[in-house]
């Protein structure tokens, strides 16, 4: 029964924050930029007038075009729903840890590749080939780094992983931890499709990445595909936080404990934010042939994170 | 019963085997008689080895052949009796598949023939995994060797199936020889034939000694297996081959190897030095990376398919290796996980390869052609067979919830559970293989989008993917059985990981299923204390559950405010086939990142009349170096053939000089036997 009250609480968290923390990082990115921006809101008004908006499905597309957005955007769902999030205690923590997230945002991604191929348009298969190539790329980076977290904690649980980092606060300050963050931040910049990886503000279909895979989606189905991109987002990003700075993060979900948990939550999603901003305005976005030079960076930190953790 | 089960299956092939080719002059009654009996006898044996496995005992029949020396003897134990339940499934449903398949071939080929060598192979198939002595072990293998060369080079008059037969017949032959030479030399010691007379022999062996029969078997079992560098026979043989032989070569005949292994490795040796575990490691990751990156350049559907088998006997390796350094460094339930991993994908491989080939088979059968850059849009004409495609496609990429995310699970957490075993700086092997694996299943989630994408989705790219039929009922339903395969194999993990038991108790003296289920079952763990868990029941029941009460009605309620559509494309009106990406652009950018190992070769030939600007047509080639024939075999086959030359000396010709030939070797023989 309080796992059922858990994931309700963290299920409607990952639905309202995701709109939030995309609309903080696009204010502040403007703000940066001495622009206005459109306001924190924004991405919720978008949401809102996609949904009531009807919908033009190509005449090439199959049924994949159609499951796409729903696999997507319950997968991401489901991978939100096995990261701690307010709590140590990770609401479905026993159906699956850090490789079932990984592997569920790469079950949304195989589809949308596929939905980008689906519509016959040359675009969409642009996006669909550097997705799939950008994220190949990024995995062995990636899975160092969870080696080095998991190592640590004995365990590929996230509840276990995160139970782990609770008992040691300042264990982030020490080498393998500092590393294994680094390749992580490195993936993660590369996996939600940001500068200098992927624009997602771009306006150019040729330098698209994402956006290209989404390019035939319209309506109610766009908004799906879109919420589910941000909602991704916020999972990463919890994921990191929670992994390496456990500050805040309640043992267990219930009492007083839980408002001060939410309330660290913000704190740190908003500290990781304006360093996202920030390193997205003094970045150009890359060549596409570069970008395995940057991850090759990430593949090497998290080697020395693995090195470090018997060296030191 | 088992025996009784096991022996009327065997009878029933080879009944099936003589029956089918009794009747080549009638090929309908051939075709049906050489399916229904491979379709009976798998049954049979799948019952028997079902049976024998829950039972959790050895049978041992004597076949009513032979001499005292050279029995012809099987024994049934867990670790046959579980390659052959996976012979079982495959087989039933290839036999099913092939009712449909082979009507096509009706009057314009022998299919008495095909008949015959169809159950001559699942006969041996059986056979070597249940072989109980060396001598009988060897004939099962030749006469598997001998009948799959045939069903290879079935499509005799296309010089490409000749000569990927002959390729594989001497890779195996040469792989036999290295066998051959391994059971002699276990043969020597234990003075016996007999496999129970090998228990933990090796073991007792001098360093040396044992290295060598480790090295023997490993490249005598990995040349069938498809281990780089011995590969270079698949990725020709798989592909020439019927459909449905490609199935049940992929799936199960390279599992012979497979199962060598695992005979040899976990049976004949006790605790292994270290470095057999860390050799296998490596081979296993090298195979499964070079594997997989071979299979992103390919468009031959089936060669992709055939690269891939290369990965995943990899990802099986991988497992075995992870075993065998945990079996040195003395952590029995490690090896248990790592075993099971391994033992579990070499089941999931059988059902998702067998799978994929079968689908490449009815798409080849109704577009004529294996060039993925002529097909396209077939699943509106192919409807039932891109869904079973596209169920393989996710189960290879070892995404959740179907069974190849599971066996690639279980890998990742026998590697990382490694680096605590040890302090030496063998430890750094376990994440890095765990790392290197990332990026395969990565790549290969990438290879399967291509692989479904370009074939089924978007436009026809020819007239003869725009005239694309169904497939029959039969084939559809050899297709269904897989599918259903993999989604079980899949969402019943708890249930099925405590098949491995046995297999377990026999060749390590563990049972690790118990502490690896948890949550009342519906969870899998490795075991380890605080191990995280997954549950692909769950993540299932999630997805259904959120699709029913969400996705449905929305959609419906969408549905009515949708229009269709000409693709928006940017704004670009009048989309064709010709604007579509190719599989050749798909793959693009990975051949430019990894351009070091593929040494593309392109070539731009413009043609034009009056100025180089205006051309009237282009000519573009590109091809991707071989490596391993071009620096490892082409100098090889040079050696051997220079040899050959200079030998060809003794063979002048002269009945006098072959006279003295015999008469020297008589006197040496002589001199020999005095001496002895």
Known sequence: MERILESVIQLFLLLALAPLVTGVIRTLKARLQTRRGPGILQPYRNLYKLFRKGMVIPETASWIFSATPWIVFFGTILAGLMIPMVAADAPLGLVGGVLAVIYLLGLGRFFLALSGLDTGSSFGGLGSSREMTISALAEPAMMLAIFTVAIGAGSTGLTEIAGAAIGQTWRFLAPAQMFAFAALALVLIAETGRIPVDNPATHLELTMIHEAMILEYSGPYLALVEWAASIKQLVLMTLLINCFWPFGLQPTWFGFGALVGIGWLLAKLLFLSCAIVLLETVNAKMRLFRVPELLAVAFTLGSLALVSTFLF | ?676
């Open chain 2, 1 to 676: 019963m088992i025996s009784g089960l096991f022996l009327s299956g065997i009878t029933i092939w080879l009944a099936g085997a003589m029956a089918s080719l009794a009747l080549w002059r009638k090929p309908v009654a051939a075709r049906r008689t050489g399916c229904a009996a491979a379709l009976a006898g798998s049954l049979l044996d799948l019952s028997a080895s079902a049976f024998a496995i829950f039972s959790s005992s050895s049978t041992v029949i004597g076949l009513p052949f032979g001499n005292p020396v050279f029995s012809w003897a099987v024994r049934i134990d867990p670790l046959s009796a579980y390659f052959n339940v996976t012979l079982g499934v495959l087989a039933a449903a290839v036999s099913l598949y092939s009712f449909g398949y082979l009507r096509e071939m009706e009057g314009r080929r022998n299919l008495g023939a095909f008949g015959f060598f169809f159950n001559l192979l699942l006969m041996s198939l059986a056979l070597v995994f249940t072989a109980s002595n060396v001598f009988f072990f060897l004939v099962a293998w030749e006469v598997m060797a001998l009948s799959a060369f045939c069903l290879v080079s079935f499509e005799h008059e296309k010089e490409e199936a000749r000569n990927a037969g002959v390729l594989f017949l001497v890779m195996s032959h040469a792989g036999s020889g290295l066998l051959l030479i391994a059971f002699l030399l276990l043969t020597s010691v234990s003075g016996s034939l007999d496999f129970s007379s090998f228990h933990l022999l090796a073991s007792s062996l001098s360093p040396l000694q044992q290295g060598t029969v480790f090295l023997l078997f490993l490249f005598g079992f990995g040349v069938k297996a498809g281990l780089v560098p011995v590969h270079i026979w698949l990725p020709e043989a798989h592909p020439v081959a019927p459909s449905n032989v490609s199935a049940l070569m992929s799936g199960i005949v390279i599992k012979t190897g497979v199962y060598g292994m695992a005979r040899v490795f976990f049976d004949f040796y006790g605790a292994p030095p270290i470095w057999m575990g860390t050799v296998v490691l490596a081979l296993g990751v090298v195979s499964a990376l070079l594997g997989v990156l071979y299979a992103l350049m390919e468009h031959d559907l089936k060669r992709l398919l055939a690269w891939h088998s290369i990965e995943n006997i990899g990802i099986i390796l991988m497992g075995f290796g992870a075993a065998l350094m945990f079996r040195a460094l003395g952590q029995p339930n490690l090896a248990a996980l790592a075993l099971i991993a391994g033992l579990y994908h070499t089941f999931n491989h059988a059902t998702f390869k067998g799978l994929l080939f079968l689908g490449a088979g009815s798409v080849v059968h109704s577009t004529h052609t294996r060039n993925m850059e002529k097909m396209g849009g077939l699943i509106r004409l192919m409807p039932l067979t891109a869904i079973c495609f596209l169920v393989g496609a996710v189960a290879i990429s070892g995404l959740p919830p179907l069974n190849g995310f599971v066996s690639e699970w279980l890998t990742y957490q026998a590697l990382l559970a490694g680096f605590g075993t040890t302090q030496s700086l063998t430890r750094l092997m376990f994440p890095i293989a765990g790392s290197l694996l990332a990026l395969t299943a990565a790549l290969a989630a990438a290879c399967f989008v291509k692989a479904f994408a370009i074939p089924f989705l978007a436009l026809p790219r020819s007239e003869q993917a725009a005239d694309a039929k169904e497939a029959t009922p039969s084939m559809i339903a050899g297709m269904a059985i897989l599918a259903v395969g993999c989604v079980v194999a899949g969402l019943g993990a708890t249930w099925l990981v405590r098949v491995f038991d046995p297999i377990t108790q026999q060749t390590l003296g563990v049972s690790a299923s118990s502490a690896m289920v948890t949550a009342r079952g519906m969870a899998l763990s490795p075991g380890t204390p605080h191990g995280g868990t997954i549950s692909t029941v769950g993540m299932a029941l999630l997805f259904l559950l959120a699709g029913a009460a969400f996705a449905l009605p929305l959609a419906i309620r969408w549905g009515r405010r949708s229009v269709k559509g000409p693709a928006w494309d940017c704004g670009l009106p009048g989309l064709t086939a010709d604007n579509e990406y190719t599989a050749t652009a798909f793959s693009k950018p990975l051949r430019m990142i990894f351009s070091a190992l593929y040494r593309p070769r392109r070539e731009i030939q413009a043609e034009y009349e009056v100025s180089p600007y205006y051309p009237r047509a282009f000519r573009f080639e590109s091809e991707i170096e071989p490596t391993f024939e071009k620096h490892l075999y082409e100098p090889l086959r040079q050696r051997i053939m220079a040899a050959a030359t200079r030998m060809r000396a003794i063979q002048a010709g002269s009945i006098n000089a072959y006279l003295a030939y015999i008469f020297i070797t008589l006197i040496l023989l002589l001199l020999f036997g005095v001496r002895g």
